[in-house]
């Protein structure tokens, strides 16, 4: 049987620890590198790394994700975000391989009328994190034709600091909680974006070649950060005896954060056309972490 190398970045963030912990199909040999093994702005490692390893296809899941962070240190976030993609679309020309590279719903300004944006809808970022990542998508677009850009927003699991760990131990730690009730996202659940990752590499390395360009990929259904809390502590109520009050406020409320957009659900029904993946509720998504964090 003849062997797929699938190189993945940032192996130990979420998404790279979902992807890990899916079962993988049987020809595939998956290179991990966390930050340690490859740190994607040293642009001259990360080039011997890749040729080390010889991939058929690379993801990349490294990033500068935390959104505050972007603002403090921008000269960080571009080397991330934005050479540091464009020197992997550059590298991976240079040995004709494909790469799924992980976006973002923060390159919108969450101006669209409450409609859900399209791939091709114009972006706008307010903050560093969604500028650097637009920057990022450009490069790629521009430095390689095999590529796949895959949008996904607000993600959570049950692997890392996410929306769903770091408010559980809020719960745990505090009697009182706000959070905003206007900015609407669209959850999506790491192991959701890990499948998909494999079904869209599985279809290019079989020669898909209408696979390539930018998808959306997002739970369903949008709801503001205040919903998703209610919806955790829904699920965690059997397993603790804990019940802060958790009350909404408003994003003017919380001065000195970066801007977010007040509307940013995607709409992904060209990935549905294309490979066939349908959104999924992330309630599931939800109890399924929940089961493995408490459970
Ligand atoms: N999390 C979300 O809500 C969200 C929403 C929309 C889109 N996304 C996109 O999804 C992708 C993955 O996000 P995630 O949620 O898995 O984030 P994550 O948990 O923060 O993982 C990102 C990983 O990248 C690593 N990394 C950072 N700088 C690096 C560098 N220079 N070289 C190599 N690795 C580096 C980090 O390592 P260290 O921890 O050691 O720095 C971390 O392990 C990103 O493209 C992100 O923009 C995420």
Not at 135 to 155: C, P, T, Y
Not at 186 to 206: G, H, N, Q
Request: glycine letters at 6%.
């Amino acid at each position: 049987m003849a062997v797929n190398r699938i190189m993945l970045l940032g192996a130990n963030g979420q998404i790279g620890q979902a992807l890990r912990a899916e079962p993988l199909p049987a020809d595939w040999q998956l290179g991990v590198y966390g930050h340690a093994e490859c740190d994607i702005t040293n642009h001259r490692a990360t080039q011997q790394t890749i040729r080390n390893f010889k991939p058929d296809l690379v993801v990349n899941a490294a990033a500068m994700t935390a959104v505050d962070q972007c603002e403090k240190e921008p000269d960080k976030a571009v080397a991330a975000n934005f050479e540091a993609p464009a020197n992997l679309a550059a590298q991976c020309s240079a040995i004709d391989v494909p790469l799924i590279h992980l976006s973002t719903d923060y390159v919108f300004d969450g101006d669209n009328g409450n409609v859900p944006y399209k791939p091709d809808a114009p972006m706008n970022p307010l903050g560093i994190y969604g500028n650097t990542k637009m920057m990022g998508e450009e490069s790629v677009r521009h430095e390689l034709a095999w590529h796949v850009i895959l949008r996904v927003s607000s993600v959570f699991s049950a692997f890392g600091a996410n929306i769903l760990t770091k408010t559980l131990k809020m719960l745990d730690e505090k009697d009182e909680l706000k959070f905003v009730n206007d900015q609407i996202s669209s959850p999506t659940y790491a192991p959701d974006i890990a499948k998909t990752i494999i079904v869209m590499a599985e279809a290019i390395l079989r020669g898909h070649s209408g696979g390539f360009g930018t998808f959306h990929l997002c739970g369903e259904p949008p709801c503001s950060r205040y919903d998703l809390v209610q919806a955790i502590m829904e699920a965690y109520a059997p397993h603790t005896t804990r019940r802060p009050s958790i009350l909404p406020a408003a994003t003017a409320d919380f001065p000195g954060f970066a801007a977010r957009p007040a509307y940013s659900v995607l709409d992904c029904s060209s990935l549905r056309a294309v490979y066939g993946i349908e959104q999924k509720p992330w309630r599931e998504g939800l109890a399924e972490a929940m089961q493995k964090l408490k459970g």
